[in-house]
């Protein structure tokens, strides 16, 4: 088992930064990819980024891209989601996923196997 607990949220106005933080215990992040997702209230959860074990291949929601940044430091068993320019609708829950059945960077949410209880992001306008 992996258990992931993500933090680093809050409210924040536009235009401000946020850096999130996921941390796993239980079974390590070893050879893991990694996701961030988002969910709006009353949405369906989106993907946001991706990471593969090495950190050499990313994925992006078109979204997102140019804002933020998706990292791992596997020592310390940790991803980070780099948020800069945020607007109100970013505005969502943000949950980490892992997916250590395959070492391919995907954007379905339905390949991950572990997930997060997620941290609040309020963009104030």
């Known amino acids: 088992q992996v258990q992931l607990v993500e933090s680093g949220g809050g409210l924040v106005q536009a235009g401000g930064s946020l850096r999130l933080s996921c941390a796993a215990s239980?079974?390590?992040?070893?050879?893991?990819?990694m996701a961030w997702s988002l969910q709006a209230p009353g949405k369906e959860r989106a993907f946001v980024a991706a990471?593969?074990?090495?950190?050499?291949?990313?994925s992006y929601a078109d979204s997102v891209k140019g804002r933020f940044t998706i990292s791992r430091d596997n020592a310390k068993n940790t991803v980070y989601l780099q948020m800069n320019s945020l607007k109100p609708e970013y505005t969502a829950v943000y949950y980490c996923?892992?997916?250590?059945?395959?070492?391919?960077?995907?954007?379905?949410?339905?390949?991950?196997?572990?997930w997060g209880q997620g941290t609040q992001v309020t963009v104030s306008s």
């Open positions: 990471i593969s074990w090495t950190g050499s291949s990313t």
């Open positions: 996923a892992a997916d250590k059945t395959s070492m391919v960077v995907t954007t379905t949410l339905g390949a991950y196997d572990y």
């Open positions: 239980g079974r390590t992040l070893l050879m893991s990819v």
